[in-house]
Structure formats: C-alpha cells, structure tokens
C-alpha cells in the first residue's frame, strides 16, 4: 500500500489542497486517459499524442498513487506488466474531469467534435454513470476517442 504524501498545504481551502494533489496539466490528462480512453499502461500513456516525457509520466504516476488516486495491479495476462487503475476516490473526479472536457470544447478552440460536446452537455448524468460502470466492470472500451492532436 502507497502511503498517501505528508506535505505542508499552502491553504485550508478545499480548492487549493485538491489541487495539490491532483491540480498539474499532466496529473489531468492521465486522470483523463485512465477514465475515458481505457488507458492502463506506462505504454499507453506515453502514446497518448501529448507529448509527455517518460521521467515525467513516471514522476505524476507516483504522485497519484501516493495520493490514493491510482493504484498499480499486476496484469493478468502478462505478470510482468503493471496496469495503472483509478480508485475509488479517483473515479469521483469523473463529474469534475466531465465539466472541464465541456468548458474547454465550449470556450476554447478544441479538436472535439461539436456534435458529441454538445451531446454530453445534454446527457451529464448517462456520461458520469457511465463512466461509473466501465470502471466497475473495469471494461476499457473508451467512452470519448482522442480528439485532434491530443
């Protein structure tokens, strides 16, 4: 078992200590690529189009787990390979990672297509229980395809 990390909070306030353990682009984007594209492996990850450098997906990696985010499981199929898993307390970011998805493709000029944004702005609720059951059921068929570049 990971122990979750003793650091100094700047703040009492809920915002700033969630951002503390989660808060970083690259923290983010592999919360993203384990909840909606099925994304398990170091692998994976470093394939995902964004760019990220294997010291640092090793460094973010850790600190989720260090923070009860993810946990590492051994792969059935091939023991020597570790799969990353979101928690508990990490599959409860889903409401939050949904909102971001649909500030940022509402906002900003995004790869998304407009069509399925606008689909899941109208059904949030089927998006987050869905999201729920591919986790229970640990089913890795991505529910959102990369969009763009990224």
Known sequence: MVKKAKTKRRSGCPVSVALER????WSLLLIRDMMVRGNKTFMEFLASGEGIATNILADRLRRLQENGIV?????DEDGRRVNYRLTEK???LAPVMLELLLWGAKHEETGAPCA?????AKEREWVL????????????????PKFGSG
């Open 22 to 25: 989660f808060g970083d682009r």
């Open 90 to 92: 990490g599959i409860e």
């Open 129 to 144: 229980r869905e999201t729920r059951r591919r986790w229970e059921e640990r089913d890795p068929t991505p529910i959102l």
């Open 116 to 120: 399925a944004m606008a689909e899941m």
């Open 71 to 75: 946990v590492t499981e051994l792969d």
